[in-house]
């Protein structure tokens, strides 16, 4: 693996010969009026057969609920080993710009993006990204990473028939890479608040560890600069993880802070999923749900507010262990 990668989550951090890994990046892309929505991933899979490992760009429209998925071969794809810079076939993807010329028998998109802004993740010796110390864990099955909390567009896309203006619109970036995503877990992501320049993500995952496992958090919340971060190795405790058919309700608290969150579910369009590298699993993520966050110090609200064209995910059973009386 790239050294600098080990320091810095937003790179590649496979190489061609590796068997069983896969890398993707999650670009989120709203309009400035906040009624259109769309996501690519670009990335790699390099699964047990040579032969089958390739890179690929899988895209998500909000409001048509559609999604697709261009698979190029693994000789197209290149990255910079010292900053993020992806590069697959005629696509570009970077913390400062996005450029899309895709083609297949069901969908054509191109597009020129500017971003603007970015409030990058802020990096450490000891803990160069949002899992913090366990980035360092060499058996991890699944790791995440966030690039960019929130940021402006410049430009624009168009989606087969669609021309989406994105110029005054907002964006985030994040990334996974390992083996396989996890059993079950629950994601979801908004920047689309009343008050620019807030930003949440949040994700409870099963963790497989040392042949057992456990339910863990990664949750960051932007909110007037300030970057409150809930994780399970910074002491943060899951209270409540409810998943009706309709509404998901999260709470989470640490260190005298707490955040509740309730997600209403919206039908949402298929993504393909790494498993032990290849490309064959199947989740189902929606972009135009609805989250409402509240945030407390003690019994203090520092801030309460609602997201929309809002990123959920929601897969398998997670299960928390019983309260001791």
């Not at 790791?143 to 028939?161: A, N, P, T």
């Not at 190795?233 to 802070?257: S, W």
């Not at 997670?318 to 009386?325: D, G, P, T, V």
Request: with cysteine; glycine share 8%; hydrophobic share 40%.
């Amino acid at each position: 693996m790239n050294l600098y990668a080990l320091f810095n989550s937003s790179l590649y951090h496979g190489t061609s010969s590796r068997k069983g890994f896969f890398e993707g990046w999650y670009f989120k892309f709203v309009d400035r009026k906040k009624e259109k929505s769309f996501a690519v991933i670009p990335g790699v899979s390099l699964n047990s057969s040579r032969e089958d490992a390739h890179a690929f760009v899988q895209f998500l429209s909000g409001g048509k609920n559609e999604s697709g998925n261009f698979n190029y071969p693994l000789g197209e794809f290149h990255s910079d080993k010292k900053r993020f810079s992806v590069e697959i076939s005629k696509n570009h993807f970077s913390a400062g710009a996005v450029i899309l010329e895709m083609c297949n028998e069901n969908h054509r998109i191109a597009g020129n993006i500017r971003i603007l802004e970015p409030y990058l993740w802020p990096r450490k010796f000891y803990s160069p990204g949002i899992m913090g110390p366990f980035s360092f864990v060499p058996f991890m099955e699944c790791y995440h990473g966030v690039v960019s909390m929130d940021h402006k567009l410049e430009g624009e896309v168009r989606i087969d028939d669609e021309l989406i203006d994105l110029s005054g619109g907002r964006g985030y970036i994040e990334k996974d890479w390992g083996r396989s995503f996890p059993k079950a877990w629950v994601w979801m992501q908004s920047n689309s608040f009343d008050l620019e320049r807030t930003s949440l993500m949040l994700s409870i995952a099963t963790i497989p560890w040392l042949g057992r496992s456990f339910t863990g958090c990664l949750c960051a919340f932007l909110f007037k600069e300030k970057l409150y971060k809930f994780a399970t190795y910074r002491g943060a405790k899951i209270d409540r993880v409810e998943v009706l058919d309709n509404e998901v309700f999260l709470q989470l608290r640490q260190a005298g802070f707490s955040l509740n969150v309730s997600a209403k579910k919206t039908s949402g369009a298929h993504l393909i999923s790494p498993v032990e590298g290849s490309m064959s699993g199947k989740i189902d993520e929606s972009l135009t749900s609805e989250i409402t966050v509240r945030l407390f110090r003690n019994d203090a609200v520092l801030f309460e507010g609602t997201g929309t064209n809002s990123g959920l995910e929601v897969v398998g059973e997670l299960k928390l262990k019983e309260k001791s009386k």
